[in-house]
């Protein structure tokens, strides 16, 4: 059974403070590995799609990098913006669309 | 801007009666999924339709059911429902062929009373 586990579960930083939440995986065949935003009461909102160990996307403050067992999601110079709960899952071959997330790290930026 | 809307945004029911959640996808996403999702924890696959069939299901009891239709609108139908089933409801679609992951809707809060 695929399995996605997030650290840390919360984070606090101050703005401008640059950090690293991490995403651990096992998944049998990985077809996609993602990373969604979600704010209090909504829906998660896309970022990034990884497909290969070595690959890595970027947009604005965010950079997300993936191995054979994890994935960080990098944020440099956070804004108090950038607050809200930031979701990782993994897309197995289930011959589906499935995705298994994990928990989420609720990242806080102070100003 | 997200192409999936959800209705209704809010929604409470009594422990025991049935609840209907609807999803509107946009054109051309042959692929529906539906997620719980409780207070603190990620969300939970419960069922996939992909044109109109069913195409994948999580641990979830039968007395979850859903429908696709053929205008890209979907339901999810739960049961007898029980004070555990208070959670978001999420729908997301996916296009034929996009590099992009599922795209979500904004959800249904579900409440069983």
């Known amino acids: 059974e695929d399995q996605v586990t997030q650290s840390p579960e919360a984070l606090r930083l101050q703005e401008g403070e640059s950090s690293s939440l991490n995403c651990s995986y096992t998944v049998s065949g990985l077809r996609g590995l993602f990373w969604y935003r979600q704010d209090p009461g909504k829906g998660p909102e896309f970022l990034f799609t990884?497909?290969?160990a070595g690959e890595e996307k970027e947009k604005e403050r965010l950079k997300a990098t993936l191995t054979k067992k994890e994935s960080f999601l990098h944020i440099t110079a956070p804004k108090p913006e950038d607050s809200a709960t930031y979701l990782c899952a993994v897309q197995g071959n289930f011959g589906n669309e499935k995705l298994t997330f994990g928990t989420g790290t609720r990242l806080t930026i102070i100003p | 801007e997200t192409g999936v809307t959800q209705s209704p945004t809010h929604l409470i029911k009594t422990r025991g009666q049935q609840v209907t959640l609807r999803c509107s996808s946009q054109?051309?996403?042959?692929?529906v999924s539906w997620y719980q999702q409780a207070l603190g924890q990620g969300p939970q696959f419960i069922f996939q339709y992909y044109r109109e069939e069913e195409n994948g299901r999580g641990n979830f009891p039968p007395r979850f059911s859903g429908l696709q239709f053929p205008n890209y609108s979907s339901e999810l139908n739960v049961n007898a429902l029980e004070l555990d089933d208070s959670a978001l409801y999420l729908c997301a679609s996916s296009p034929p062929t996009s590099s992009a992951g599922p795209l979500f809707g904004q959800g249904t809060r579900l409440t069983v009373v």
């Open positions: 054109s051309g996403h042959n692929t």
């Open positions: 990884l497909y290969s």
